[in-house]
Structures are given as C-alpha cells and as structure tokens.
T-cell receptor, first 112, second 113 residues
Framework: ETGVTQTPRHLVMGMTNKKSLKCEQH?????MYWYKQSAKKPLELMFV???????ENNSVPSRFSPECPNSSHLFLHLHTLQPEDSALYLC???????????FGQGTRLTVV | GQQLNQSPQSMFIQEGEDVSMNCTSS?????WLWYKQDPGEGPVLLIA?????ELTSNGRLTAQFGITRKDSFLNISASIPSDVGIYFC?????????????FGKGTKLSVKP
C-alpha cells in the first residue's frame, strides 16, 4: 500500500463511451502524474501536474483529458478511445516535482 | 531519443539462487532507480541511486550506480518465491523532474520453489 489509490481497478468501455479514471492521495504530495503501461513497452509519462497546474503534456491525444481539482485528486477523462488505448493506466504522486514518485495500483483499461 | 536497455528480458531461477540484472543507457544519467511490479499492482520503488559508484542495499537487494554513469545493476541474493515480478530500471539525466525519467522495458523474474 503506497498511499495512492486508483479507481476503478478494471474498466471495459466501448469506443463511443465516456469514462473517467480517478486517483487519490493523502500523502501531502504536491505533484501527480499519469502514466500509460502497455505490454512489452516502457512506462510512458502522459501528464504531470505540480501544485494543481499542468506542467507537462507529452503529446497525448486529445481523447485523453486530465483534471486536477486539488493536490489530492487527479482524474483522467476518456472519450472516443481506440482499441490500441487498452493498457494499464498508472497514477503516481511525489512530494514535489523532483522527488521520487509513489505509484497507485493502476486501472486496467480495455477498449472494445 | 534516449534509450534504456534492460537485460535480461526474463529469468527463470530456482529458489535460493542469486539474481543479477542490469540496465545500460546511451547517455549519462545522474539518477538510477529500481522498481518492482507485482502482478496486478503498480511499481514500487526498491532502491534509488544518486552518485556514480554508489552501492546501496535494501535487505537481500543490492544495486549499484555504474562508474561510467551509463549503467546500473540490481542483484537479489538467495531468491524466494515472493521475489516473482517485473523489475524495472529508470534513469534521469538532468534536473530532478519526473518528466525526465526514462524507464526500461523490465526484467520478468520467475522463481521455482
């Protein structure tokens, strides 16, 4: 248990659906991240939030939309996804943008 | 772009054996991290290395920051069944931003009792 909680743990959605992934941490961290983990590929950083402001967006398609309403919560809104978007989506947080990150358990997303 | 080569891709060992895996980079890093990911879980940080030549232990795990700053090694002594999982290296070469962290593809470890 790292203190970073992700819900849901599993999600199956159609290509026309809209869904949201949620991440929550009560570690007092000020930076939060979304990563994508696909089979046999390195972890890919998607978004970085520091003090609730987005500081990095690594050329992620607009069908992924992050939201950070406060320093404890991070969302990833999904719409009109493609089957190749199926992956494990990991949330992480760190004390600040330069400290090592703690990962959540991930949401296993399947797009059908 | 920068790449991390992590090897081996997978290992099948007998309980009690020692394990060694490594990562090499095409460029110099100033931070090396080693994570373990259990099935169905997120990665957990095992060891962090910040200085060339540094050797750090965490229980039966020992990691070293290569003197060339382009490689790192992780050793597990006297493996046990709960060591099963995927081990990832990650490196960073400027600043301390999480955005500068590059991950290897992982080493999948299987342990036969």
């Amino acid at each position: 248990e790292t203190g970073v909680t992700q819900t849901p743990r599993h999600l199956v959605m159609g290509m026309t659906n809209k869904k949201s992934l949620k991440c929550e941490q009560h570690l007092g961290h000020n930076a939060m991240y979304w990563y994508k983990q696909s089979a046999k590929k390195p972890l890919e950083l998607m978004f970085v939030y520091s003090l609730e402001e987005r500081v990095e967006n690594n050329s992620v398609p607009s069908r992924f939309s992050p939201e950070c309403p406060n320093s404890s919560h991070l969302f990833l809104h999904l719409h009109t996804l493609q089957p190749e978007d199926s992956a494990l989506y990991l949330c992480a947080s760190s004390l600040d943008g330069e400290s090592e990150a703690f990962f959540g358990q991930g949401t296993r997303l399947t797009v059908v | 772009g920068q790449q991390l080569n992590q090897s081996p891709q997978s290992m099948f060992i007998q309980e009690g054996e020692d394990v060694s895996m490594n990562c090499t980079s095409s460029s110099i890093f100033n931070t090396w991290l080693w994570y373990k990911q259990d099935p169905g879980e997120g990665p957990v940080l095992l060891i962090a290395l910040y200085k060339a030549g540094e050797l750090t232990s965490n229980g039966r795990l020992t990691a070293q920051f290569g003197i060339t700053r382009k490689d790192s090694f992780l050793n597990i002594s006297a493996s046990i069944p709960s060591d099963v999982g995927i081990y990832f290296c990650a490196g960073r070469n400027y600043g301390g931003s999480q955005g500068n962290l590059i991950f290897g593809k992982g080493t999948k470890l299987s342990v036969k009792p």
